[in-house]
């Protein structure tokens, strides 16, 4: 028996947009059934709430207010030198650039060319062609329980479809730009899907920034579904560096590796009131390493959630989690981190680490590690700290001239820095260090 | 000048005093050795004269040049020309060491209205200083301190000192944890910046550290007070007949 719940405001209102907005919302008569009964299923279970396990520190229902106009169509005006002044320092150094404006490709503002290797298209012309079984987009109703990926479906305008060839090395890092723009709030719903063919190499960079200007508030819904061919590299990096004032940033990442494979994924979060980054990782091959990390910077009354679940279904693989949060004022960080190591996973080597450093009294970090272990032969371990600014190192530093927020930095910087060097590339290390200034200096 | 009077000092928010009236005068110019048993007070009095908030003054003055410093930062009383070599130097994991110095350097340059040293001034000028000290420049790369032996963190502290020039130098127990090699690098260095116009106060526990830098001038601090002062061979004389004198006395 199910009772019936109440909806809220925006809960309605996400519902009911959709027969408003759905003949304007690019696909397929297929893709259409899919989207109308992912609006169904979210009208359903409406949006999660603390007293479902998953979202107990992080109740959408309650902190979603309203729901801002569903973004269609896009014609924001924008040059090349603003996406440039947009991407701060992700446009210091070269990219395969794909830019899409409040949820809609700009071929005029992108750089990448297709090249021996790399194929791409824009998600809203796979959708409409109807080959969007071929681009991978099969599961477009995976995980039906999960009201925000039912939300990204019903509403997904577009996204990077990409294709990395068998043994393509990517020499510039494919840039995936999500630009915030325009003086009107809205919702946007964005989807990429990522095939790295077996034994390629590929690092890429998902950026969801704003124009100056741009509102204050936005809501974004982003999904990146990735598959990692055998023996495949890839370095993953998201960074959602936002400057509003009730930013809503809701991302999930699904990934697949194949066999020995080495997949090293990243997110920096910031500049957004409420985040929720889900990732889920399933292991399809053995000998594949997979190495999660992530800084999440918070104040006011920022609300930052990141939530793993890391599936070990195959024997030998080696997976390792590290997290850090830095938050200030009344800020709130939430990390959960889900491995599962199924008894068939025997020699699974998994390590977690999350931390906290809080700079004021009223910040508060959770952290909820679960590892659900049924093989009796591995070596998992996890951790988590919970900090302030080390009063001994200030005052070392303070000793030698340095002042006091000066120092702060220093050491703030070297906190977060630990898991920025997990990201195997200098430029792109640097470039998340440049975003995290930013806002550092903003205090 | 340095000018301590009557220094009363506790751990701030408890009530245990720990200096009990500390009257000190050091000359500019002038080094002074701290001498004294464990639990004494030394480097209390040395971390107070450094401005560490952990210690409360409930009694008396530091006077620097004539100016009061009690009201002043920690990064303000750098600037102002003191330096604390610490007995046990800090490591920063994720700072490499040569930003931390030209952070420093620039810092105090910029208080004492200097121009800022270009990247190339300060590594010539890194390269020079650390060359003395036997450090290699290739360790300044890594974090502050971190991996770094004792003799090693050390040897970096005063390397820290002369790069900022300060014209007050606290030395805590710079010599514990020293071999004979570490000792005189260090020693030689701590030498090399004697000047008419540059105090230095050593606090040490031993006295072989003496020998390498001949103090002006040695006072003993037992039970929170400096109980006897004298010349340079006085340090020799504790050496023979211990501190046991000092703990007889009442506080």
Same mark, same amino acid.
């Given at each position: 028996?199910?009772?019936?719940?109440?909806?809220?405001?925006?809960?309605?209102?996400?519902?009911?947009?959709?027969?408003?907005?759905?003949?304007?919302?690019?696909? &397929?008569?297929?893709?259409?059934?899919?989207?109308? &009964?992912?609006?169904?299923?979210?009208?359903?279970?409406?949006?999660?709430?603390?007293?479902?396990?998953?979202?107990?520190?992080?109740?959408?229902?309650?902190?979603?207010?309203?729901?801002?106009?569903?973004?269609?169509?896009?014609?924001?005006?924008?040059?090349?030198?603003?996406?440039?002044?947009?991407?701060?320092?992700?446009?210091?150094?070269?990219?395969?650039?794909?830019?899409?404006?409040?949820?809609?490709?700009?071929?005029?503002?992108?750089?990448?060319?297709?090249?021996?290797?790399?194929?791409?298209?824009?998600?809203?012309?796979?959708?409409?062609?109807?080959?969007?079984?071929?681009?991978?987009?099969?599961?477009?109703?995976?995980?039906?329980?999960?009201?925000?990926?039912?939300?990204?479906?019903?509403?997904?305008?577009?996204?990077?479809?990409?294709?990395?060839?068998?043994?393509?090395?990517?020499?510039?890092?494919?840039?995936?730009?999500?630009?915030?723009?325009?003086?009107?709030?809205?919702?946007?719903?964005?989807?990429?899907?990522?095939?790295?063919?077996?034994?390629?190499?590929?690092?890429?960079?998902?950026?969801?920034?704003?124009?100056?200007?741009?509102?204050?508030?936005?809501?974004?819904?982003?999904?990146?579904?990735?598959?990692?061919?055998?023996?495949?590299?890839?370095?993953?990096?998201?960074?959602?560096?936002?400057?509003?004032?009730?930013?809503?940033?809701?991302?999930?990442?699904?990934?697949?590796?194949?066999?020995?494979?080495?997949?090293?994924?990243?997110?920096?979060?910031?500049?957004? &009131?409420?985040?929720?980054?889900?990732?889920?990782?399933?292991?399809?091959?053995?000998?594949?390493?997979?190495?999660?990390?992530?800084?999440?910077?918070?104040?006011?009354?920022?609300?930052?959630?990141?939530?793993?679940?890391?599936?070990?279904?195959?024997? &030998?693989?080696?997976?390792?989690?590290?997290?850090?949060?830095?938050?200030?004022?009344?800020?709130?960080?939430?990390?959960?981190?889900?491995?599962?190591?199924?008894?068939?996973?025997?020699?699974?080597?998994?390590?977690?680490?999350?931390?906290?450093?809080?700079?004021?009294?009223?910040?508060?970090?959770?952290?909820?590690?679960?590892?659900?272990?049924?093989?009796?032969?591995?070596?998992?371990?996890?951790?988590?700290?919970?900090?302030?600014?080390?009063?001994?190192?200030?005052?070392?530093?303070?000793?030698?001239?340095?002042?006091?927020?000066?120092?702060?930095?220093?050491?703030?910087?070297?906190?977060?820095?630990?898991?920025?060097?997990?990201?195997?590339?200098?430029?792109?290390?640097?470039?998340?260090?440049?975003?995290?200034?930013?806002?550092?200096?903003?205090? | 000048?340095?000018?301590?009077?009557?220094?009363?000092?506790?751990?701030?928010?408890?009530?245990?005093?720990?200096?009990?009236?500390?009257?000190?005068?050091?000359?500019?110019?002038?080094?002074?050795?701290?001498?004294?048993?464990?639990?004494?007070?030394?480097?209390?009095?040395?971390?107070?004269?450094?401005?560490?908030?952990?210690?409360?003054?409930?009694?008396?003055?530091?006077?620097?040049?004539?100016?009061?410093?009690?009201?002043?930062?920690?990064?303000?009383?750098?600037?102002?020309?003191?330096?604390?070599?610490?007995?046990?130097?800090?490591?920063?994991?994720?700072?490499?060491?040569?930003?931390?110095?030209?952070?420093?350097?620039?810092?105090?340059?910029?208080?004492?209205?200097?121009?800022?040293?270009?990247?190339?001034?300060?590594?010539?000028?890194?390269?020079?200083?650390?060359?003395?000290?036997?450090?290699?420049?290739?360790?300044?790369?890594?974090?502050?301190?971190?991996?770094?032996?004792?003799?090693?963190?050390?040897?970096?502290?005063?390397?820290?000192?002369?790069?900022?020039?300060?014209?007050?130098?606290?030395?805590?127990?710079?010599?514990?944890?020293?071999?004979?090699?570490?000792?005189?690098?260090?020693?030689?260095?701590?030498?090399?910046?004697?000047?008419?116009?540059?105090?230095?106060?050593?606090?040490?526990?031993?006295?072989?550290?003496?020998?390498?830098?001949?103090?002006?001038?040695?006072?003993?601090?037992?039970?929170?007070?400096?109980?006897?002062?004298?010349?340079?061979?006085?340090?020799?004389?504790?050496?023979?007949?211990?501190?046991?004198?000092?703990?007889?006395?009442?506080?």
């Amino acid at each position: 028996m199910s009772v019936a719940v109440i909806k809220t405001k925006a809960e309605l209102s996400f519902a009911e947009s959709f027969d408003h907005v759905q003949d304007r919302l690019p696909g &397929s008569p297929a893709v259409k059934q899919a989207r109308r &009964s992912a609006a169904d299923k979210f009208a359903e279970l409406g949006l999660p709430h603390r007293r479902i396990e998953e979202w107990k520190y992080t109740d959408l229902r309650s902190a979603v207010k309203d729901a801002l106009p569903v973004r269609v169509g896009d014609v924001t005006q924008m040059t090349i030198a603003d996406v440039i002044v947009a991407l701060g320092p992700l446009a210091k150094f070269e990219t395969h650039r794909m830019v899409f404006v409040n949820g809609r490709y700009r071929k005029e503002l992108s750089s990448a060319d297709q090249l021996a290797g790399l194929e791409f298209e824009d998600l809203s012309s796979v959708l409409s062609s109807g080959n969007e079984n071929a681009a991978g987009l099969a599961s477009l109703t995976a995980r039906d329980d999960d009201a925000v990926l039912s939300l990204n479906t019903a509403y997904m305008t577009d996204g990077a479809v990409v294709r990395i060839q068998a043994g393509a090395e990517l020499v510039k890092p494919l840039l995936i730009a999500h630009v915030r723009a325009g003086g009107e709030p809205g919702f946007t719903a964005v989807r990429n899907v990522i095939d790295v063919g077996a034994k390629a190499s590929a690092q890429i960079i998902e950026a969801f920034v704003s124009l100056p200007g741009a509102a204050k508030e936005g809501q974004a819904n982003a999904v990146t579904q990735i598959t990692v061919g055998d023996e495949a590299k890839v370095v993953h990096v998201k960074c959602a560096a936002d400057t509003g004032d009730g930013i809503t940033h809701l991302s999930n990442w699904m990934i697949r590796l194949g066999r020995e494979t080495d997949y090293a994924g990243f997110q920096l979060t910031q500049g957004v &009131s409420l985040a929720r980054n889900q990732i889920f990782v399933a292991f399809d091959g053995e000998n594949t390493k997979l190495d999660l990390s992530g800084v999440f910077l918070g104040r006011g009354r920022d609300h930052i959630d990141t939530t793993l679940v890391v599936d070990h279904a195959v024997p &030998s693989c080696e997976s390792r989690e590290l997290f850090k949060g830095v938050l200030d004022d009344r800020s709130r960080g939430v990390f959960q981190g889900k491995i599962i190591v199924q008894q068939i996973a025997q020699k699974t080597d998994g390590k977690q680490m999350s931390q906290g450093l809080l700079l004021s009294p009223d910040a508060e970090f959770d952290s909820k590690p679960e590892l659900e272990i049924f093989a009796d032969d591995v070596a998992c371990g996890h951790g988590a700290t919970c900090t302030e600014l080390d009063k001994d190192l200030m005052f070392y530093c303070e000793s030698r001239g340095i002042p006091p927020d000066i120092a702060r930095g220093l050491l703030i910087e070297s906190f977060i820095g630990e898991a920025v060097e997990k990201i195997d590339d200098e430029t792109i290390v640097e470039a998340v260090m440049e975003f995290a200034r930013g806002w550092l200096s903003k205090t | 000048m340095l000018e301590i009077k009557n220094l009363h000092v506790k751990i701030t928010e408890e009530d245990k005093p720990i200096l009990k009236g500390i009257d000190l005068t050091i000359a500019k110019g002038e080094v002074h050795a701290i001498m004294g048993p464990n639990g004494s007070g030394k480097s209390t009095l040395a971390h107070v004269l450094a401005g560490r908030d952990d210690y409360e003054v409930t009694e008396g003055d530091i006077l620097w040049n004539g100016e009061s410093i009690l009201e002043m930062a920690p990064d303000e009383r750098a600037a102002a020309g003191v330096f604390l070599a610490f007995q046990y130097p800090m490591e920063i994991p994720g700072v490499a060491g040569l930003t931390f110095l030209r952070t420093a350097l620039n810092a105090l340059r910029r208080k004492r209205g200097q121009e800022e040293l270009t990247t190339p001034e300060f590594m010539k000028l890194v390269k020079e200083k650390s060359a003395a000290l036997n450090i290699d420049i290739e360790m300044l790369k890594r974090p502050v301190n971190v991996g770094f032996s004792g003799g090693e963190k050390k040897r970096s502290e005063i390397l820290q000192m002369a790069l900022l020039e300060p014209t007050l130098c606290v030395l805590d127990e710079t010599d514990s944890g020293l071999d004979i090699d570490a000792l005189r690098i260090v020693s030689d260095g701590v030498n090399a910046l004697r000047s008419p116009d540059r105090t230095m106060l050593i606090i040490t526990h031993y006295q072989r550290l003496l020998n390498h830098i001949v103090p002006d001038k040695v006072h003993v601090l037992a039970h929170g007070k400096i109980q006897r002062s004298g010349g340079k061979e006085l340090a020799l004389e504790l050496e023979q007949s211990g501190y046991a004198e000092f703990g007889e006395k009442a506080a």
